[in-house]
């Protein structure tokens, strides 16, 4: 099958027009765990030589398709020396040689987003039934997974055709949700909801610009709220466990709910828009739905979340002066928000315990050796939002005592503000070692992946990533960490972007940039400062 397949049976119009014997279209289930391997050696050798080594004497590529694992190496990474960088694994190598396998253009964005962006992350599909749900489902969802992989492979490869394309497929895929929500089948849930996600998805990958990025995101995340909200009760065939033991249906939407209202908090925040009271509705309802519950900790989490961004509101539009009352109150109440996140930590030990394993990892992919073990996969990201908020609500504590010292002084003792930067320490540390559980750097062998993941839905994918990348450049920014942590998260960036081709990433990675030349530029002042004053 070469160029547009129009999937007529028994042959399609493009093998009868070459003359060649048809051998069938493949489905998603087939596109997704054939074994071409092979045959892309073959294909690999009959173009490098007999030799079988894609690098001739000169130390260059013998081709231009035979060059695309080089061009998205992690050479270009001062963390990642390329010596120690893998060879890629076949199921990826197949994705970087679209041309030399007959793939058109729509299984090349599928088997790129089945490759990157669903397949070996920790929240991928595992067992047989996770599998089979999935692709069920993957008919009415194509065309936005299909979108998603195009967007990564243009940004990866600078093809501005394969970008509108991308566009092409992402409008087909609003119409065709727009067509299931408006169908409104209690059958087609898991299709509405991964949908919509999924178009939020494509933002983050196709976006440039942060904060338009996750304006963009936050409107199919709203989306994504509302299907769920209209269906809660949630019938038990539309969330069966299978297997996985997370609860009734009702617990799992209740979770559903929640995170998604937590992944609402960031572009709400970045973009300085006041959460909507719909908002509220929902978190009231979620405490509805877990009432009684231990993992219901997690809705006064959201609760004291967004109490943080609407003083972060206040910080950001309220000319404060220092000695005054208004800022003395607005650093109590900071104080007291920080005393809520603290009494809440307990809680959410008990309903989503952790372990803290250590053993001889790379580096680059597991930082100072340690990871974390959660018993679900919502709750490592549960707890990667709560460290997300206790770091802002501290860093802006800390920042009060430089700015406002004379207010500080009557509200934050010399141990309270140690406590802050011990805080935002810990929390920033537990964000980059908790990376291997939402994400799975290339470096680390598939084989020893399973020992960093949780029990979870299984279909995820790399959805959870965008959130991943804020909370880890919130930790490698936050005030007085080591550099280690800078460096460390954005490496992480720059695996992302060169891994998926997600354009939020690098533009991420620009901002961690931007934030240490500026670091730079203070202690280069504050240098010339105290040269001066000594002479």
Known sequence: MSGYCD????????CIRVGKKCPGYRDQLSLMFRDESSKVIQKAHAQWGSSGSPIDASGSTAGSSSSAWGNESLSGSSDSPSSSTPSPPQDVVSARLPKRMDLNMEEQGMQFYINRYLMNHPDSPRTRDQVAAYCAAADTTQNVMIAVGLAGLSNLQGDKNLNLIARSQYVAALKHTGQLIAANDPASLVARVRSVVTLALFEVVQGKGPKSTVSSANTHINGAVAVLRSVLPLPPSATSDGGSGQGSSQTRGGYGIIMLLFSMLI????????????FFDTLKF????????????????????????????????????????????????????????????????????????QGDCPPEAVFRGKWHVYDMIWGARIWNHYRWARILANQNIVKFVTKYPISSRKTISAARRAKSYATIDRMAQDILISTPSHWHHPMLDPKDTLKFESNGPGSSGAVGLPSLLWHVVIAGCAPNVPL?????????????????????????????????????????????KLEFEDE
């Open 286 to 357: 979620c405490r509805y739905l877990m009432q009684s519950m231990p993992e219901s900790c997690a809705c006064d989490h959201v609760f004291a979340s967004a109490r943080l961004l609407q003083l972060l509101a206040i910080v950001e539009h309220t000319v404060l002066t220092d000695g005054r009352p208004a800022t003395e109150d607005l650093i109590r109440q900071f104080l007291l928000l920080e005393d809520t996140f603290d009494a809440l930590e307990d809680p959410h030990l008990k309903a989503f315990p952790y372990e803290v394993k």
């Open 484 to 528: 280690e942590y800078w460096n460390w998260a954005h490496n992480v960036l720059l695996v992302v972007w060169k891994q998926l081709g997600m354009q939020h990433a690098l533009a991420l990675a620009e901002i961690m940039e931007e934030h240490k030349a500026k670091l730079d530029r203070e202690a280069t002042k504050q240098k010339f």
């Open 7 to 14: 999937k007529k049976r028994p042959e399609c119009s493009q």
């Open 267 to 278: 572009p709400y925040q970045l973009t300085d828009t006041p959460l909507p009271p719909a």
